[in-house]
Nanobody
Framework: QVQLVESGGGSVQAGGSLRLSCAAS??????????MGWFRQAPGKGREFVAA????????YYTDSAKGRFTVSKGRAKDTSYLQMTSLKPEDTATYYC??????????????????????WGRGTQVTVSS
């Protein structure tokens, strides 16, 4: 019953920036345990975790490849998640997926979230980074 829609993908030169958006609708996102995450998948590759944020937006978690370059945030209504990507590299080229889950810890975690921790998924938005 929860729907997630990503937007903001496109083509950019290496070193450039893009901001992805994820709009959630059709469900309840009022619990503090509800987290929103971003994954990506390149052709022939598995779905890779990128970043996650808790409902209130105070806690975030990033994979090593995203640290220092990507920033995940929440909109005022808390039903929108943003992924600001800077210093993009060709290896960032992938389809980026928004995800949401009600049982995904973010604050203080030390391990990369598994895709199975998330309950809902968007259809993805393409990001292409050229040299």
């Amino acid at each position: 019953q929860v729907q997630l829609v990503e937007s903001g993908g496109g083509s950019v030169q290496a070193g450039g920036s893009l901001r992805l958006s994820c709009a959630a609708s059709g469900g309840s996102f009022t619990t503090n345990a509800m987290a929103m995450g971003w994954f990506r998948q390149a052709p022939g590759k598995g779905r890779e975790f990128v970043a996650a944020i808790n409902w209130g937006g105070a806690s975030t978690y990033y994979t090593d490849s995203a640290k220092g370059r990507f920033t995940v945030s929440k909109g005022r209504a808390k039903d929108t998640s943003y992924l600001q990507m800077t210093s993009l590299k060709p290896e960032d080229t992938a389809t980026y997926y928004c995800a949401a889950g009600s049982r995904v810890p973010v604050h203080g975690r030390t391990s990369v979230p598994n895709r199975d921790e998330f309950d809902y998924w968007g259809r993805g938005t393409q990001v292409t980074v050229s040299s």
